[in-house]
């Protein structure tokens, strides 16, 4: 058995075969004393527990449309909290980032965590299986869990992925431009005497479209992280702009800040690290989050779905 990370994509047609790939791997698990957790979608987790019987309560199980409902925080929020609360053990995990539900907006989100998997959990001891619905999801979509996992399976055959490739670059390759503010958008520019009143402009349009109490905080304070980092790390400073769309409030941050590492914002930082926790925080925060980042020119778009 591999001492290191191991990261294969399972291929499923059905239930029966999603099944078959999932329900022996965990059962594996159990049986080499690994602990062991799965994160899919409600209705998989679902099928999974009732398959499972009574072993279901040995393993850690979360519904993966509202743990990893960000794409952006399923690495520090699930993979590595699992790992660290079983410091010293090999873990076993079924991740699926990528179901038909996920949106077009989501997607490269989705497709730049499977690839940084392989750089955050390089030489680490864990299994990932990944599966991914061969009957629901788009070409692309499956095309692309080629380049981003080392190992494929289906019908429970297994075999190296011909077209996997450097992670780094395959995540570069989703980090897209994303369209400027609708005309309609609130503008406003980002300096330390503007901070209350984009607090203030934030916490009063979630407000007004719709969010929860606690979901309006959340937003207010992922604003204001990125607010201040933008004050704080680029002199010329920025611009915020906030508007709605029917299904969600999206406020969009713009200045001339470059993030160089791709990992920023998706594993934990160390307790001795002094700052760069903003990104990590902000995922936590909100519904989505995407980032576009070229030297000289960052542009950060927070979702809240209303």
């Known amino acids: 058995m591999s001492t290191g990370f191991v990261h294969p994509a399972l291929f499923y047609a059905d239930h029966e075969e999603y099944l078959a790939g999932t329900v022996p791997f965990i059962q594996a698990g159990l049986d080499a ?23 279901a309560a040995r393993v850690q199980l979360h519904d993966m ?32 980032p990528i179901w038909a539900g996920r949106s077009e907006t989501e997607y ?19 299994t990932i299986l990944c599966p991914y619905d ?23 055959v297994s075999w190296e992925s011909p077209d996997y490739a450097d992670p780094i670059a ?23 005497p503007a901070l209350p009143v984009i607090r203030r402009l934030v916490t009063a349009e979630a407000v007004a479209a719709g969010l929860p109490p606690d979901r309006v905080s959340d937003l207010t304070l992922a604003v204001n992280e990125l607010a201040t980092n933008t004050i704080r790390h680029t002199p010329a400073g920025g611009t915020l702009a ?6 969600r409030l999206i406020c969009q941050f713009s200045d001339t800040g470059h993030i160089a590492n791709p990992l920023a914002g998706r ?40």
């Open 33 to 55: 004393d690994e602990p062991v957790m799965v994160a899919v979608p409600g209705d998989n987790l679902d099928r999974i527990r009732t398959a499972l019987g009574s072993d």
């Open 65 to 96: 449309s509202v743990a990893g409902r960000n794409p952006g925080r399923i690495l520090p929020g699930v993979l590595f909290a699992f790992a660290a609360a079983n410091a010293g053990k090999r873990v076993r995990i079924i991740g699926e």
């Open 108 to 126: 490269p989100a989705c497709a730049q965590h499977e690839a940084l998997i392989n750089a955050a959990f390089a030489g680490r001891p864990a």
């Open 134 to 156: 061969t009957g629901s999801l788009e070409r692309s979509w499956l095309d692309d869990a080629y380049r981003t996992h080392p190992v494929l399976q289906m019908g429970g």
């Open 170 to 192: 395959v995540a570069a390759g989703f980090n897209l431009p994303l369209q400027g503010p609708p005309p309609e958008a609130i503008i406003i520019a980002i300096d330390l």
């Open 242 to 247: 906030v508007w709605t769309d029917p299904k």
């Open 267 to 306: 594993i934990p930082v160390p307790p001795q690290q002094p700052g760069s926790r903003g990104l990590v925080l902000v995922n936590q925060l909100c519904d989505l989050v995407r980032v576009h980042t070229v030297p000289g020119a960052t542009t950060i778009r927070l979702h809240m779905h209303r």
